[in-house]
């Protein structure tokens, strides 16, 4: 069922339902749809402008947001380079070298697979993960 806020040519506004905008725009070419003030076929479906902009604000925020989300994660992202150790893709098994060896204090930071990532935390080594961007991508 789909609701539809109807206005007639008198400029009475009325709502109605149909079983789909199918089913209404067969009705509409049929001039079935009449309006309930004065009988008048000359009825238009509406356009329901506030719906539209509001949704379009909606959409605004969440781009903000995600914004403001990666600029998180790039200040992040910097905190790491300057605080931890890289190791590339030897990080599982640097990873399990602090934990099993105690010998680092140093974070490090590489990357590394979901598979080796539940395999680490089956160890009991934390790890946290974190969306990575390149310098490249703007
Ligand atoms: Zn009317």
Redesign the pocket.
């Known amino acids: 069922m789909i609701k539809y806020n109807l206005t007639?040519?008198?400029?009475?506004a009325f709502d109605s339902w149909f079983a789909s905008s199918g089913e209404f725009g067969r009705l509409m070419k049929k001039k079935l749809i009449t309006?309930i003030?004065?009988?008048?076929n000359?009825?238009n479906k509406s356009i329901m402008a506030p719906n539209v902009s509001s949704s379009k604000k909606i959409n605004n925020k969440n781009y903000k947001l995600q914004k403001n989300i990666k600029k998180k994660i790039i200040e992040y992202q910097k905190f790491i380079k300057e605080n931890c150790r890289y190791v590339g893709d030897r990080f599982a098994q640097e990873a399990r070298s602090i934990h099993y060896n105690k010998k680092e204090t140093k974070s490090i930071y590489g990357r590394v697979t979901t598979d080796e990532i539940d395999e680490l935390n089956e160890e009991g080594i934390e790890t946290i993960t974190i969306p990575w961007y390149d310098k490249t991508e703007n």
Do not use: I
């Open positions: 007639c040519k008198c400029n009475y309006c003030e004065c009988n008048s000359n009825v």
